[in-house]
C-alpha cells in the first residue's frame, strides 16, 4: 500500500470518528422570541443534534424526510468508509479498481456535505432576523470537520489500473 493510500486511509478513519460526535452532540439551537407590551416573550428555544432531529422528524409522522436524511448523511456516509479499507487492502488491482468506482458513485450520493451547508445556512438565517436567533454547536462542527477529513480522505486515494498484459509496464 503507498503512503498516500495509507494516509486516506488514516483519514477515513479520523473522518468516522469525527462523525459519530457530529451526529450526536447538539448541532443548532434555534430560539424564537416576540415583543409583546415591551416583554421579550419566547416563542421556541430548541437544540437538536443530527440524530434528535431525524428521531423529531420521526416522531411527527416526517418519516420520508428521516429516512432521507439517515440514508445521506450516516449510511451512505458510512458505507464509503467501510470500503476504503478493502480498497486499499485487496491485491487485486481490479477488483480494487471496481470497489473504488462503487465509492466514486456512492460520493455522489453522500449529503453530508450539502447538510452540513444547510445547517450553515439556517444559523446565517437565524442571525439576520429580529426575532430569530441561531447558534452553532459543537455538533455542527463536528459534522464539518467531518465532510472536509471525508473529502481530503476520497481526494487522497489512488487506484492504478491493472496491467494489461503480458508487456505492460
Same mark, same amino acid.
Given at each position: ?34 415583543? +409583546?407590551? &415591551?416583554?421579550?416573550?419566547? #416563542? =421556541? ?7 434528535? @432531529?431525524?428521531?423529531? *422528524?420521526? $416522531? ?38 471496481? +470497489?473504488? &468506482?462503487?465509492?466514486?458513485? #456512492? =460520493? ?7 447538510? @452540513?451547508?444547510?445547517? *450553515?445556512? $439556517? ?47
Amino acid at each position: 500500500m503507498t503512503i498516500r493510500n495509507r494516509l486516506a486511509l488514516a483519514l477515513a478513519l479520523l473522518s468516522l470518528i469525527l462523525l459519530w460526535p457530529g451526529l450526536v452532540e447538539p448541532a443548532l439551537t434555534i430560539r424564537a422570541t416576540m415583543e +409583546l407590551f &415591551g416583554t421579550t416573550r419566547e #416563542l =421556541s428555544n430548541e437544540t437538536r443534534s443530527v440524530m434528535g @432531529a431525524i428521531q423529531s *422528524l420521526h $416522531a411527527t409522522g416526517n418519516d420520508v424526510v428521516a429516512g432521507l436524511i439517515v440514508l445521506f448523511s450516516v449510511l451512505v456516509p458510512l458505507a464509503k468508509a467501510a470500503l476504503l479499507v478493502p480498497i486499499c487492502t485487496v491485491r487485486d488491482r481490479a477488483a480494487a479498481l471496481r +470497489l473504488h &468506482g462503487v465509492v466514486q458513485a #456512492l =460520493s455522489k450520493w453522500s449529503m453530508a456535505d450539502v447538510f @452540513a451547508v444547510g445547517m *450553515l445556512i $439556517a444559523l446565517l438565517v437565524g442571525r439576520g432576523t429580529a426575532n430569530l436567533s441561531a447558534v452553532a454547536g459543537p455538533g455542527f462542527y463536528w459534522f464539518t470537520a467531518y465532510c472536509l477529513v471525508s473529502n481530503a480522505a476520497f481526494q487522497l486515494l489512488r487506484v492504478e489500473p491493472p496491467a494489461r498484459g503480458p508487456l505492460a509496464p
